[in-house]
């Protein structure tokens, strides 16, 4: 046995000796190789690579191609480039970097900012490539460079298209912005297998569109063989293939639309989002406060980034598709259609308002003291009954509930083609399982389903997602995932391809219940919560107003607007679509801070249907409602 | 004096104790060689060296510490080592944090951790572990097992993606097992069936994986990109000539026409400024040092530490070959640094880990008994 175990280990250990030969012998072979192929470049072809790193003189430049613009649905130009001439550094060629600075303040003005950003582009940069010091030089200042040239070295100017969005802040959000490569984006490009094609490429979209639609707007590189001098300096152009330049993109937006709508706004901070029910093409996509795009241009300065993005305001969130609210009352209509698909309710039932619900101990306040009376299904809407909807929650039940809102797209990514979409929240006893970890937390209680009929509760979704789910009930169950690009046009072959309409889903849905909740929305324009602010209108439009509470109030506390600080006061939601009969435009707003959905957000609305159906103007900045009370806007929302 | 004289010596001796000279010489001879290449490759750019000096002091440190583990220690961390690895691999697919479209990092609220990094080192010990155990009856069952446990880390790694480093692992655990002692009629077999699955290989291989490899073939197709690195790294190479143009002298190198010329890159600026003579030199170093990591292997006294001592050595082949190789245009371009010269800590440290391991399995050579 003992024998035999050390017979055994014997021939093992002289089998792993083999090996270890053999892979000594494979390591030897392995390096051979590589010397055969050493005398094979450096002395059997050593000639001709010294010719070749003696032509090397012989640069491969890249030329980057000119970004792709954006035009709005009319053709109108919302992003494009010009030329202009950058005064440029290299890090790597140069020794003091401050010392030259200082030194080429003396022929062109460098600004504290100037400054700030070089340094700030030096730190977030990829290396070895040139960097602006000044952009936009004036013809003066170019000449006085010129003449200097010698002194310097590391030093040029260069031509280079910059960016220039001529609207400003309008649609700022929808475009978004570009900024200088990155570190962080190369490697990302790198892993893409696109960093050859960003050699020469200094800028890249960061927000908006711009991100979103990169890889169309950039183009393809050409490059040059440049013939150079021992320093490195270009001599002479030997051969070029041309860039060839990004694709243009137009959008569904109507820009003149979308000025309207930011008009509308004035100073208020809020979101607005219009799509075309048909074919889910974005027609206005509001977040305000904007910010002007511009200034990120040729690097932003780190003064004026720290204004945008230390603003309370937060001019820089997009809040159309990454601000959630309540919906608040606007998610009525949607539970009134749940009530009759699912057999809970008929037109003809009525219910008795008595201002408030009781479930156990708990009593649910009407907005309306002493409530609405006897409330049918159509008033309830017309009226903002709270009462009614309390208990027709109650009577549902919360799966019922998230069930049906599942359908209209509440609680999930619209899938429009912008990036830092936000999920919102559609509550279930499943969210509320994953949401919280304590046993506790995580059950549901039928107490919590009364207010998520009334759009309150955990209730929070996206005014995109708003939008859509007022597009797909004007459009009979038929929902299109929202896009703000139209089409792609290829700016070298004039080929043009068409985003197509994409269905997400046909929610199956009688067509006398959609036609009844659509009534009872035209009814909220003329004899209810929204009468007010769409009198005279001359076309119908369906609508509902909105109020979502930003502090959780006690149980018989009495909401007084004047008594709130304006960040603690109710957003303002209003969601409409028109002509009632075939819908052209839906759209959600929200007006944050802004009180009752009556009061500010449904003039908003009304401005943007009035000029999207006429063409009218608003005359001058509509006033806000005033605070008297009409009987048919009784303070339901 | 004679007191404070004897504890200095004393502490001599501590520091050397466990110190393999002929390894220890070696591998700060390449890495002297390197810290000349990246002084020339960063024109001339004294704090990058010095950045590098500081990483090498580190990597020194995690060698010495290294020596200092007895090989029973290694063996009994050899499982959770493994382990631990393999879970955070599986935790970086689940929850890892996606960098610039590679899910290759996991943070720990300290900082970003690369779980990859550790499995180079885990992977050669966990299957010297499971070898080492078996030993006496090892069968075919075994391989196949030992196979499973090199097969699932790779794809983890090479689904990052990050397929140089999975090439790697592999390379560390396949020559475990080749050393374990699979038999040749079963290599030979895979070697065909690996030749049959090139096709397939190829449809899952990424876009920009398959361009590197056309490239190779023909450079010119992609001037801007990774064409241009094969094509201006020959160059350099070639025009280097028997003698090289001299320290700092690369006119490659000094007008921007290296990429990545600190890193993966750096033996193009290496061989265009020494030359044939400065290749066959650095070679000579390689090959000594695997020469020296294969006769440790041969008299480490267990089967564990002879596995171990293998499969690191080989790490040292691998990482070379595939790198010069790269740079001479006769391999694919993949991210692999050329050990102990190019620029970067973790991969430096990796390496002196590996040092640091042949060390401990040579000075215990004789103490401990199967």
């Known amino acids: 046995m003992r024998f035999a175990e050390l017979k055994n280990y014997a021939s093992e250990l002289r089998a792993f000796q083999l090996r270890l030969g053999f892979a000594g012998f494979v390591v030897l072979a392995a390096f051979g190789l590589l010397l055969a192929r050493f005398i094979w470049l450096q002395v059997l072809q050593h000639d001709a690579y010294r010719a070749k790193a003696e032509e090397n003189r012989i640069s491969v430049v890249p030329v980057a191609p000119s970004r792709g613009l954006i035009l709005d649905r009319n053709g109108e130009v919302l992003a494009r480039n010009y030329l202009a001439y950058t005064l440029e550094i290299f890090p790597a060629q140069v020794r003091d970097l401050e010392a030259t600075i200082a030194e080429l303040a003396e022929y062109v003005d460098i600004q504290a900012r100037d400054r700030a950003r070089f340094r700030k582009l030096l730190q977030e940069t990829r290396n070895a490539e040139s960097m602006p010091i000044r952009t936009r030089l004036t013809e003066e200042e170019v000449a006085r460079i010129a003449a200097n040239r010698w002194r310097f070295t590391g030093v040029d100017i260069r031509a280079r298209l910059f960016r220039q969005y001529p609207h400003g802040e309008v649609a700022s959000h929808v475009l978004g912005y570009i900024g200088r490569v990155t570190t962080r984006d190369q490697e990302r490009l790198e892993e893409l297998g696109d960093a050859a094609n960003y050699r020469g490429t200094d800028y890249i979209g960061k927000a908006g569109i711009e991100a979103s639609y990169q890889q169309e707007l950039h183009g393809i590189t050409g490059f040059e063989q440049v013939e150079i001098d021992a320093g490195g300096r270009g001599i002479r152009t030997l051969s070029r293939t041309a860039s060839q330049p990004g694709n243009n993109l137009s959008l569904t937006l109507d820009v003149r639309l979308q000025e309207v709508a930011e008009r509308a706004f004035g100073a208020r901070r809020g979101a607005l989002v219009a799509i075309e029910p048909g074919t889910g093409g974005v027609l206005a996509f509001v977040s305000m406060p904007g910010y002007d795009p511009n200034l990120f241009v040729d690097g932003i300065d780190p003064s004026s980034w720290e204004v945008l993005n230390n603003s309370p305001d937060l001019p820089l969130n997009n809040r159309a598709i990454a601000g959630v609210y309540p919906p608040g009352s606007t998610f009525k209509p949607f539970m009134a259609l749940a009530a009759l698909e699912l057999g809970k309710r008929t037109p003809r039932s009525t219910i008795n308002d008595p201002g408030y619900f009781v479930f156990g101990d708990r009593r649910f306040r009407d907005s309306k003291p002493g409530g609405h009376g006897v409330v049918d299904l159509y008033k309830s809407i017309v009226m903002s009954s709270d009462t009614y909807y309390y208990m027709l929650a109650n009577d549902m039940g919360i799966d019922a509930i998230a069930g049906f809102m599942q359908r209209f797209g509440f609680g999930a990514r619209t899938g429009i083609d912008l990036e830092g979409e936000a999920t919102g929240i559609l509550p279930s006893p499943e969210w509320k399982m994953a949401r919280y970890k304590r046993p506790e937390q995580q059950r549901w209680y039928a107490g919590e389903t009364i207010s998520i009929g009334i759009g309150q509760g955990y209730n929070a979704y996206t005014p995109a997602q708003l939008a859509q789910a007022m597009a797909t009930l004007a459009n009979n169950g038929a929902m299109f995932r929202p896009h703000v690009v139209a089409h792609v046009d290829?700016?070298?072959?004039?080929?043009?391809?068409?985003?197509?309409?994409?269905?997400?889903?046909?929610?199956?849905?009688?067509?006398?219940?959609?036609?009844?909740?659509?009534?009872?929305?035209?009814?909220?324009?003329?004899?209810?919560?929204?009468?007010?602010?769409?009198?005279?209108?001359?076309?119908?439009?369906?609508?509902?107003?909105?109020?979502?509470?930003?502090?959780?109030?006690?149980?018989?506390?009495?909401?007084?607007?004047?008594?709130?600080?304006?960040?603690?006061?109710?957003?303002?939601?209003?969601?409409?679509?028109?002509?009632?009969?075939?819908?052209?435009?839906?759209?959600?707003?929200?007006?944050?801070?802004?009180?009752?959905?009556?009061?500010?957000?449904?003039?908003?609305?009304?401005?943007?249907?009035?000029?999207?159906?006429?063409?009218?103007?608003?005359?001058?900045?509509?006033?806000?409602?005033?605070?008297?009370?009409?009987?048919s806007d009784a303070e339901s929302d | 004096m004679e007191i404070a004289g004897h504890s200095l010596h004393r502490l001599r001796e501590r520091l050397v104790e466990g110190i393999d000279g002929p390894l220890f010489a070696?591998?700060?001879?390449?890495?002297?060689?390197?810290?000349?290449?990246?002084?020339?490759?960063?024109?001339?750019?004294?704090?990058?060296?010095?950045?590098?000096?500081?990483?090498?002091?580190?990597?020194?440190?995690?060698?010495?510490?290294?020596?200092?583990?007895?090989?029973?220690?290694?063996?009994?961390?050899?499982?959770?080592?493994?382990?631990?690895?393999?879970?955070?691999?599986?935790?970086?697919?689940?929850?890892?944090?996606?960098?610039?479209?590679?899910?290759?990092?996991?943070?720990?609220?300290?900082?970003?951790?690369?779980?990859?990094?550790?499995?180079?080192?885990?992977?050669?010990?966990?299957?010297?572990?499971?070898?080492?155990?078996?030993?006496?009856?090892?069968?075919?069952?075994?391989?196949?097992?030992?196979?499973?446990?090199?097969?699932?880390?790779?794809?983890?790694?090479?689904?990052?993606?990050?397929?140089?480093?999975?090439?790697?692992?592999?390379?560390?655990?396949?020559?475990?097992?080749?050393?374990?002692?699979?038999?040749?009629?079963?290599?030979?077999?895979?070697?065909?069936?690996?030749l049959a699955a090139l096709p397939p290989l190829w449809g899952v291989l990424h876009d920009y994986q398959r361009r590197r490899i056309l490239t190779l073939l023909d450079p010119s197709t992609d001037p801007l990109g990774s064409g241009y690195h094969i094509i201006q790294?020959?160059?350099?190479?070639?025009?280097?000539?028997?003698?090289?143009?001299?320290?700092?002298?690369?006119?490659?190198?000094?007008?921007?026409?290296?990429?990545?010329?600190?890193?993966?890159?750096?033996?193009?600026?290496?061989?265009?400024?020494?030359?044939?003579?400065?290749?066959?030199?650095?070679?000579?170093?390689?090959?000594?040092?695997?020469?020296r990591g294969l006769s440790i292997a041969a008299q480490a006294p267990t089967q564990f530490t002879r596995l171990l001592a293998g499969a690191v050595t080989l790490i040292f082949f691998t990482y070379a070959f595939v790198n010069m190789g790269m740079v001479a245009g006769i391999l694919p371009v993949v991210g692999v640094p050329l050990p102990f010269i190019s620029y970067g800590g973790t991969a430096l440290a990796t390496l002196y880990v590996g040092i640091g391991i042949l060390m401990s399995i040579y000075r215990h050579r004789t103490l401990v008994q199967t």
């Open chain 1, 490 to 631: 290829s700016a070298r072959t004039g080929e043009r391809r068409q985003v197509e309409p994409q269905l997400v889903r046909q929610v199956p849905l009688k067509p006398e219940h959609v036609e009844f909740v659509k009534r009872a929305m035209a009814g909220v324009t003329k004899e209810g919560t929204g009468a007010r602010a769409f009198a005279g209108a001359q076309y119908a439009s369906g609508g509902k107003t909105g109020t979502a509470q930003v502090v959780a109030m006690k149980q018989n506390e009495k909401y007084d607007e004047s008594k709130v600080t304006e960040r603690l006061r109710d957003h303002s939601l209003y969601i409409a679509f028109a002509p009632v009969e075939s819908p052209k435009i839906a759209l959600a707003v929200v007006v944050e801070n802004g009180g009752f959905g009556a009061r500010a957000a449904a003039p908003i609305a009304r401005t943007v249907l009035d000029y999207f159906l006429l063409g009218k103007l608003p005359a001058a900045p509509r006033k806000p409602v005033p605070e008297v009370e009409l009987e």
């Open chain 2, 26 to 194: 070696l591998a700060l001879a390449l890495t002297a060689i390197g810290l000349a290449a990246l002084y020339s490759a960063s024109y001339e750019n004294a704090a990058r060296v010095a950045a590098q000096l500081g990483n090498v002091a580190a990597a020194l440190a995690a060698m010495w510490l290294v020596a200092q583990i007895p090989p029973q220690t290694l063996l009994r961390l050899a499982l959770p080592a493994y382990v631990v690895a393999l879970a955070l691999l599986v935790g970086v697919s689940l929850f890892g944090e996606v960098v610039n479209g590679a899910r290759r990092w996991l943070n720990l609220g300290v900082g970003r951790f690369q779980p990859s990094e550790m499995m180079k080192i885990a992977m050669p010990l966990m299957l010297a572990w499971y070898f080492h155990r078996r030993e006496g009856s090892i069968r075919l069952r075994d391989f196949a097992l030992a196979t499973l446990l090199l097969v699932v880390p790779v794809l983890l790694v090479a689904r990052q993606p990050d397929l140089g480093t999975a090439l790697l692992i592999a390379a560390a655990g396949f020559t475990v097992i080749f050393f374990a002692g699979l038999s040749w009629k079963v290599l030979v077999g895979l070697g065909l069936l690996a």
């Open chain 2, 233 to 291: 790294s020959t160059i350099a190479v070639g025009s280097g000539g028997v003698t090289g143009k001299g320290w700092l002298n690369g006119s490659q190198t000094h007008l921007e026409f290296i990429p990545e010329r600190a890193t993966d890159f750096i033996f193009a600026v290496y061989s265009e400024e020494f030359g044939l003579i400065g290749n066959v030199v650095l070679l000579a170093l390689y090959a000594l040092l695997v020469g």
